[in-house]
């Protein structure tokens, strides 16, 4: 298995696969509904919803940089606003898995060479970044666990 495909499992094991770490991000985000996906259970802090979004924005900007061979634009929000209806929180995940699967089918034509040049404009490889988002998600994932608890 080379660089690309290995990034590729991970990006999907820890989106819907059977992770040995704990609940995938679909698990994670399963049977959460509108309440409490936007329920502020921390004050101050993020809510499902917003870190669903935060989640997906990343993935769609990683996908822009592998995509187009660019530095990360960044030039949105990243923490996009939250809906206030049952189809705008169903379209979160929709949207989600859509990021997901782009970004996996683009790194799927990746070279174990092309992985290791520099993002353009950072002090970071392409393998790096990926690594980095996968690690940002997982991260993210366990808040929203510990919310679910709440």
């Known amino acids: 298995m080379n660089e ?3 990034l590729v499992d991970q990006l999907r094991t820890t989106f819907n696969g059977d992770s040995w770490h704990g609940p995938n991000l679909v698990k994670t985000l399963e049977g959460i509904d509108l309440f409490d996906a936007g329920t502020r259970y921390l004050e101050a802090r993020h ?4 870190l669903a979004n ?3 924005y990343w993935i769609e900007e990683v996908y822009s940089s592998v995509k187009d061979v660019t530095s990360l634009s960044h030039e949105g929000n ?3 606003e939250m809906g206030a209806t049952e189809d705008e ?3 979160v995940s929709s949207r989600l898995e859509e990021a997901v699967s782009v970004l996996a089918h683009e790194l799927g034509s990746w070279t174990d060479e092309g992985l290791s040049k520099t993002v353009p404009g950072s002090n970071f490889t392409f393998k790096q970044m990926v690594h980095g988002l996968i ?4 991260y993210h994932a366990g808040q929203i666990n510990v919310m679910k608890k709440a």
């Open 54 to 56: 935060h989640i997906t």
């Open 4 to 6: 690309a495909e290995f």
């Open 78 to 80: 990243d923490w996009p």
């Open 89 to 91: 929180w169903a379209r």
């Open 47 to 50: 809510t499902i919803w917003e």
């Open 135 to 138: 690690q940002h998600n997982l």
